[in-house]
């Protein structure tokens, strides 16, 4: 009997001590994807189709799927021009906003949601952090929609008389920052009540894209005729700085009829990096110091008109389809799709997912992540 107990015992203590070396399973890592949209620049299908392709980030930027979009089309059945695009983790919805209308597809399961007209068209949409309020500009004319994320149904209408285009919720939540093709004003909205608030510059000519940074005290802005950027004090509203790329001269370009149409700071914002369309060129700006400091260019295989970074600050991404290492200013991939066709758009996000269900997103705008 002893002899028994023994045996037990030693067999207890040895599983005991298996068990105990057992190494803990890993919890499971979200997925990091890019979402590309197109046609994302203007409506030219030679860019990458009529559809969202989606590339694996942590596996060389390589294309994991591309999904056809049944919505955003014209009246006469053609394509239609992608303005702008982003995400709600509170739905589990990527939204896809055109010329006319805004599309809202569930990431999980890829399907459209609904799909919505607008008057006045729409341009380059903003959600809040929350993730339940959209800001939609009509397409260049005196308003602003806000409209309910679930639904798509217009809340309320603020109007600048600005010429509505790009658009910029701010990370807190609390305001959202309204640039108009036809004024040199920034207006900022109160999101709570949906009424501007305030407004910001003038600057020296009306305002094409811009960027923020994250404690929202700075506003950095592309302007008509600048191969550059000018700065503005976001609590003041006064504007600071005017800086002129230095070395290259302005020329043609392809689209939009500016300069530099594209801006955007790192996510520890110690660089901002401006496009310069004529030029084929990304210029990058010391911003630890003020006003930023030109450092370096680099070259892309296009003409850039946009930029944005990856949430950790590793990647820039150009519309171009070049993907930059920040840090080593080498262009590591370039966006292609399963068939090796070159990938360019201006709209597009990053998103994690973790079962099936989107956990995190970046921004398409190049926010700045200090807060």
């Known amino acids: 009997m002893k002899a028994k107990l023994l045996l037990l015992a030693l067999i207890l203590s040895t599983t005991t001590a298996w068990v105990g070396l057992q190494t803990p399973t890993p919890e499971a890592k979200p997925k990091r994807y890019l979402y590309v949209v197109t046609p994302g620049i203007r409506n030219y299908l ?28 014209k009246a006469d059945g053609t394509v239609s021009n992608v303005k702008g695009v982003d995400v709600s983790l509170t739905t589990n919805c990527i939204y896809i906003s055109t010329l006319e209308a805004i599309q809202c597809y569930d990431l999980t399961t890829e399907k459209l949601v609904w799909e919505k007209q607008y008057e006045g068209g729409v341009d380059r949409i903003s959600i809040s952090p929350d993730g339940k309020t959209i800001y939609a500009p009509s397409l260049e004319k005196e308003f602003w929609n806000v409209l309910d994320a679930k639904t798509g149904n217009v809340i309320t209408k603020i109007v600048t008389n600005s010429g509505s285009h790009n658009t910029i919720y701010g ?23 949906h009424t501007i608030a305030k407004q910001v510059g003038p600057f020296t000519a009306a305002i094409r894209p811009f960027t923020i940074n994250g404690a929202e005290t700075l ?9 550059g950027f000018e700065v503005g004090d976001l609590r003041t509203g006064k504007m600071l700085h005017r800086v002129t790329v230095e070395g290259f001269d302005i020329g043609d370009v392809k689209r939009h009829g500016c300069p530099s149409h594209g801006i955007g700071l790192t996510p520890d914002e110690k660089e901002l990096w401006v496009c310069d369309g004529a030029n084929e060129r990304l210029h990058i700006f010391d911003n630890t110091v003020m006003p930023p400091v030109q450092k370096t260019t680099i070259r892309t295989r296009d003409m850039p008109g946009w930029i944005t ?61 200090v807060r």
């Open 309 to 369: 970074f990856s949430v950790d600050g590793t990647y820039a991404y150009p519309c171009t389809g070049d993907v930059i290492n920040v840090k080593t200013r080498r262009i590591v991939a370039t966006l292609e799709d399963a068939d090796h066709n070159a990938v360019q758009s201006e709209k597009m996000v990053e998103i994690h997912f973790l079962n099936g269900k989107a956990v995190a997103m970046g921004d398409q705008f190049g926010l700045g992540g």
């Open 171 to 193: 990370p807190t939540g609390e305001y959202v920052y309204l640039a108009g093709l036809k004024s040199n004003m920034l207006n900022v909205a109160d999101a709570r009540t």
């Open 219 to 227: 506003v950095y802005v592309n302007v008509n005729g600048l191969l």
């Open 46 to 73: 030679g860019y990458g189709g009529h559809g969202i392709h989606v590339f694996d980030i942590d596996n060389g930027h390589r294309p994991v799927k591309f999904i056809p979009t049944p919505g955003g089309f």
